[in-house]
């Protein structure tokens, strides 16, 4: 974990906005408000029109996606579980004794799988479909305002 504080930038009065203050409140983080003039101020990598707002705080920062990955992974192994990569789940099947698999290279049998749900899931398992809905959040920008 790079600890490197978080700028949180949401449209002015939009429902993202209020989500966000509301979380730094009720979680009483530290947080300052700043308008479009002042993220380009204080950041001038940003060129924002006034439909923009910011949220900086201190608390935050980027993690090391590989490393979490690569630790998970470990883990896993450590206490038990086959993982196999660079396999493209082609189809899951529920059995009376377990799971099959149907990967790009080989089928597998397994007591249980775990998923973890992504853009692609609607199309894997059809009757959730309609009660995913996938959206795409950028709620932190990593900042070094060093």
């Keep these: ?13 939009s429902d993202a906005m209020s989500e966000t203050i ?24 940003f060129q924002l029109d006034d439909r923009f707002d ?18 998970q992974r470990r883990k896993a192994v450590e206490n038990g579980a086959s993982v196999s990569t660079y396999n493209e789940v082609q189809e899951i099947q529920q059995l009376r004794d377990g799971v099959k698999l149907r990967t790009s290279n080989q089928d597998y049998r397994a007591d249980e799988v775990v998923v973890c749900l992504g853009a692609w899931s ?9 009660k995913l809905t996938i ?5 932190s920008h990593v900042l070094n305002p060093g």
Excluded: W
Excluded at 54 to 71: F, M
Excluded at 122 to 130: A, C, E, K, L
């Design 1 to 13: 974990f790079y600890g490197s504080g978080t700028l949180e930038v949401c449209e002015s009065g």
């Design 135 to 139: 959206k795409n959040h950028s709620y």
């Design 122 to 130: 609607g199309s894997m398992f059809p009757r959730i479909g309609d």
């Design 54 to 71: 910011a949220i900086e705080t201190d608390v935050g920062g980027l993690l090391d996606a590989r490393n979490c990955i690569e630790v």
């Design 22 to 45: 509301d979380f730094f409140r009720e979680a009483d983080i530290d947080y300052n408000f700043l308008q479009s003039s002042d993220i380009h101020e204080k950041y001038s990598l």
